[in-house]
């Protein structure tokens, strides 16, 4: 009997323990003046908690590597700042990466501020409580810093975070290579043409084109995002299955397997070369992606290169297309923590970061949004010391150009969904056209299930 | 304190961490996915779970991709007897004096202790399309459209069945070798004084005798096979379209790409109630061929 006493306390104890740890767990920042409160204190609480010797401590988390220009953000803020001083922290922007912000969110760890690189995760965290509406902070007005574009990050007309950077998906360029082809950098151009550019640029062990996961999307995408954001007909069905997409499917299964010009789908997602290094090492003549291609491009230490790099716009489906909108946009979205006990000073943070302080992360290719921001000084920095490796005149063109941008707002299930569907289609196990109506079916039967 | 209580005080004192461990990141989180197998509860959305009954699981059984983890799932139980009867022939041949008897015991060992994430890659680079060796050779044999491997949907799941029957030998190898080391060598000497010939001795002595092993490795193969998750995750995470998606990485996507814990929460309940199901099985049907 007394055995079975010590065994039932044994047990009491160690679950008391056990529960003690995980709430110990729940409030990590001991500081009395540390950043983030528990999840019962109230989202709306009022600023005005700064009156303190201490420093205020404020958590920061983003998901560019340090050593790409927010150490040195941070670094520049704290030494301005003695009486705010910001921690960054860094996640990975996947879905791992992006869980563990959720939950950090959501199990009030110390998280101040964040960013948010997906409008659909950006709306999830919003929808959930987890944004301040920064419109409550009068002196800043997100429209007239970053202009109408930021308009694409309103939920319920409302701005739950700040876009601090813009830029499209481009394609860059190895210029070496076209200009021994006599290839002109393209300004303007269709899947027609990139296809005709990867072929003659295609070479023993050199691919003509490379491109991110599933970037196929983009054209895609980009033909039916001045139609509707959630990419839908006016009434409210899927807008996949049209003679667009059915082309962009064509023309990516023939650079594939008929051209042999790209590495095939599903051979790359199964591979994973890094795209980035394949490009700076000149096994790929093209590269479609975003401007996080310039961490690489930039490091001429690790990865030292003899080529020009150049820029193209994305390519529209076909050239003469005039309802395209490229991928891209204002970006970067920081979102201010309501659980934070310094809402103020997280403002006054954002608000410095956006007018000035993120001139750092230029290197690793972010073009500031605000019109405050001094264009010319990220631009000076972005290049700084490898001016002579790019074609300005192109990446600039290309980067701060007038070119229509856009996000989609396709729900995240829908879009993993789809995936499968590539899969199929890049395999050869259905036809362009087959595909283009499984796009459709995914997305309706998604778009059903949203509406019930 | 009599000594008997102080010596089971200390029994707890050393359980206890283990313990703690164990309610937290075990008991509490199965009890919680219990609970939240009837509910709707999506993490990170602000709202509560809310009570739905059973319709996780009506939702389940429409599910065309739940239907696909299913028979993905069920493949992937091939390899357990495969790299048993191998690990098993293995063992036999490295129990008898062999040359570089022990280089090749740590051999065969060796994906064992290799971390399952190395192990992976490491197939991925064999089972390249392009560049890989295997389909190299393949060429080199005079096959000009060798198979795709993990980059075709017709071909993705029989790669990952490869990898996991080479990965399953090594620790079957090894715990059969511990078998074999305990069989009373007065029963194969009397076998063989008898004229039983060495395939005799193999399938009507030693393997019978080893039967409990031969149990004990059946059903944690099944089991691991069923959660087996790391190691097609990291190559495939469960493509291409979907054809090496098994129950945990689609439970791992319904819970952690779409935050849909209490649907997840069903699929892994219910991959829970299979695993004993097989096993209970297992544990009915040793009767007929495990000896004691």
Same mark, same amino acid.
């Given at each position: 009997?007394?055995? $079975?006493?010590?065994? @039932? ?16 767990? &729940? ?6 003046? =540390? ?11 009022? +600023? ?6 201490? #420093? ?68 999830? $965290?919003?929808?959930?409580?987890? @944004? ?30 700040? #876009? ?6 481009? /394609? ?11 290839? #002109? ?118 990865? #030292? ?6 820029? @193209?716009?994305?390519? $529209? ?42 001139? +750092?992360?230029?290197? =690793? ?9 001094? /264009? ?29 941008? =856009? ?7 829908? &879009? ?24 459709? $079916? ?11 | ?20 461990? *164990?309610?937290?990141? *075990? ?6 996915? !219990? ?21 996780? !699981?009506?939702? *389940? ?111 079957? *190898? ?41 149990? !004990? ?9 069923? %959660? ?18 098994? !129950? ?38 040793? %009767? ?5």
């Amino acid at each position: 009997m007394k055995n $079975r006493k010590w065994l @039932a306390a044994g047990v009491a104890w160690s679950v008391v323990a056990s529960l003690m740890l995980v709430g110990c767990s &729940g409030n990590g920042n001991g500081n009395g003046n =540390g950043g983030t409160e528990g999840p019962a204190s109230s989202p709306s609480a009022k +600023p005005g908690a700064t009156a303190n010797a201490d #420093p205020i401590k404020l958590t920061f988390w983003g998901a560019v590597p340090v050593e790409n220009g927010p150490q040195t953000v941070v670094d520049n803020w704290n030494k301005e700042n003695p009486d705010i001083q910001v921690e960054y922290v860094r996640f990975v922007n996947d879905e791992a990466g992006n869980l563990k912000l959720d939950t950090a969110l959501v199990s009030s760890q110390p998280v101040d501020m964040y960013v948010s690189y997906d409008y659909s995760l950006y709306e999830k $965290r919003v929808k959930a409580g987890n @944004a301040l509406d920064v419109g409550e902070f009068t002196d800043f007005g997100v429209e007239e810093k970053m202009g109408e574009g930021a308009a694409l990050w309103k939920v319920d007309d409302k701005y739950y975070g700040v #876009p601090t950077s813009k830029g499209p998906s481009f /394609v860059w360029l190895n210029k070496d290579m076209l200009d021994a082809k006599g290839l #002109p950098v393209p300004t303007e151009w269709g899947l027609d043409e990139f296809r005709e550019y990867a072929a003659k640029l295609k070479d023993d062990n050199v691919w003509g084109l490379a491109q991110s996961d599933y970037y196929f999307n983009v054209p895609i995408n980009g033909s039916m995002l001045k139609k509707s954001l959630t990419l839908t007909n006016p009434d409210g069905t899927s807008a996949f299955d049209n003679p667009l997409t059915v082309k962009t499917l064509q023309v990516y299964t023939d650079m594939m397997f008929t051209d042999k010009s790209l590495m095939p789908h599903t051979e790359q997602i199964t591979s994973k070369p890094a795209l980035d290094q394949m490009f700076v090492k000149g096994e790929t003549a093209m590269l479609f992606s975003t401007n996080q291609v310039f961490r690489t491009t930039n490091n001429m230490a690790e990865y #030292p290169r003899t080529f020009k790099v150049a820029a @193209a716009p994305a390519p $529209r489906v076909n050239k003469d297309q005039s309802d395209y909108i490229n991928a891209g946009g204002l970006g970067d979205v920081i979102s201010i923590n309501p659980r934070t006990k310094h809402p103020e000073a997280a403002q006054k943070f954002i608000k410095w970061y956006a007018d000035s302080g993120m001139l +750092p992360m230029a290197a =690793g290719g972010r073009v500031p949004a605000s019109k405050d921001f001094p /264009v010319d000084e990220a631009v000076a920095l972005m290049f700084k010391g490898v001016e002579d490796t790019y074609d300005l005149d192109s990446i600039k063109r290309v980067m701060f150009g007038d070119l229509p941008l =856009g996000l989609s707002r396709l729900d995240r299930k829908t &879009g993993s969904e789809q995936q499968a569907i590539y899969d199929n289609v890049f395999s050869r196990k259905l036809t362009p056209e087959e595909g283009a109506k499984e796009l459709a $079916r995914v997305h309706n039967a998604n778009l059903k299930t949203s509406s019930q | 304190m009599n000594w008997m209580k102080r010596q089971r005080l200390i029994g707890y004192v050393f359980i206890g961490p283990n313990l703690i461990g *164990m309610t937290v990141f *075990m008991l509490i989180p199965a009890l919680f996915s !219990f609970y939240l197998m009837f509910t709707d509860w999506v993490f990170a959305s602000g709202q509560p779970p809310r009570f739905i009954g059973l319709d996780n !699981f009506r939702m *389940m059984v429409r599910d065309d991709l739940f239907a696909v983890s299913v028979k993905n799932t069920l493949l992937v139980l091939i390899p357990v007897p495969i790299s048993i009867m191998l690990g098993f022939l293995i063992a036999v041949m490295l129990n008898n004096r062999t040359y570089f008897q022990k280089t090749l015991r740590a051999f065969f060992f060796a994906p064992y202790f290799t971390s399952g994430i190395a192990i992976a890659f490491v197939w991925m680079v064999l089972f390249q399309p392009t560049n890989g060796p295997i389909n190299a050779f393949l060429r080199s044999v005079g096959i000009s459209e060798p198979p795709l491997w993990f980059a075709s949907p017709d071909t993705a799941m029989y790669a990952v069945l490869v990898m996991m029957t080479a990965g399953g030998i090594g620790y079957n *190898m090894i715990i059969y070798l511990a078998a074999l080391q305990e069989l009373s060598s007065e029963q194969l000497e009397a076998a063989r004084i008898d004229g039983a010939t060495f395939g005799q001795l193999l399938r009507q002595i030693i393997f019978p005798l080893v039967s409990p092993t031969t149990l !004990f490795l059946t059903i944690t193969g099944f089991i691991g096979s069923i %959660k087996g998750f790391g190691m097609i995750y990291a190559i495939t995470q469960g493509g291409p379209a979907n054809s090496t998606t098994v !129950f945990s990485i689609f439970a791992y996507k319904k819970a952690f790409s779409f935050y849909e814990m209490g649907y997840a929460s069903a699929v892994s309940w219910t991959m829970f109630l299979i695993i004993l199901f097989i096993t209970l099985i297992q544990w009915a049907g040793q %009767k007929k061929w495990v000896h004691y």
